[in-house]
């Protein structure tokens, strides 16, 4: 993996029933790397096996070798909860947190309130997530998301002060909704890279 030239690097977190491989991931990775960042985009077990003490695990054995670097986290469905909990357990702040079609709590969806219950066992630290975000923060969320209503997303939006951005048409955002490629991602975080790497 190559360290990028500017020092940053961005770490991207897919959700339940997904992976590393689905929606715009792939397609966020190159567009980083051409632009010289350090990527990575750990694997998380789902459904099988699927708990935030495993996420947690399979998170910091995809970093334990990596070098010290300024880090965004980004977070689809799911994986905006464990980036939430990645920024709570942190003992310094991320560099940017940057949030899609990100929820709290059970959604009324047998196939995934079950496995997703323990990511929202415990209350989550909004003061000390608030501390550890970063400067960089953005929410989006689809106006018509079959899985995650929009309230849920203003939800999360609102714990972090940050304005939802709305996106007309884009469902949950992922490769079902034609979510293959994210431009208002990479744009966010390229815009970021310059206040962030000094």
Not at 112 to 140: M, T
Not at 145 to 161: K, T
Request: proline share 8%; aromatic share 10%.
């Amino acid at each position: 993996m190559m360290q990028g030239q500017m020092g940053l690097r961005v770490v991207v977190l897919h959700g339940a029933h997904g992976g590393p491989d689905t929606n715009w991931f792939p397609w966020l990775h190159a567009g980083l790397e051409r632009a010289g960042m350090e990527v990575v985009r750990p694997r998380f077990p789902t459904p099988q096996g699927q708990s935030l003490k495993a996420w947690l695990e399979a998170y910091d054995r995809a970093v334990a070798l990596l070098a010290p670097a300024p880090t965004i986290l980004v977070g689809h469905s799911l994986g905006a909860t464990m980036a939430l909990r990645l920024v709570e357990r942190a003992a310094e702040p991320f560099s940017g947190l940057f949030l899609a079609a990100g929820f709290i709590g059970a959604l009324g969806l047998p196939d995934y309130d079950a496995i997703n219950a323990s990511f929202f066992a415990e209350p989550f630290d909004w003061k000390g997530i608030g501390e550890r975000k970063g400067s960089a923060c953005r929410c989006w969320a689809g106006e018509d998301d079959p899985y995650v209503p929009l309230p849920r997303s203003q939800e999360l939006a609102d714990h972090l002060g940050e304005p939802l951005e709305v996106v007309p048409g884009g469902g949950h955002l992922n490769g079902e909704t034609g979510f293959t490629a994210f431009p208002q991602v990479l744009d966010a975080i390229l815009a970021t890279r310059a206040s962030v790497v000094k």
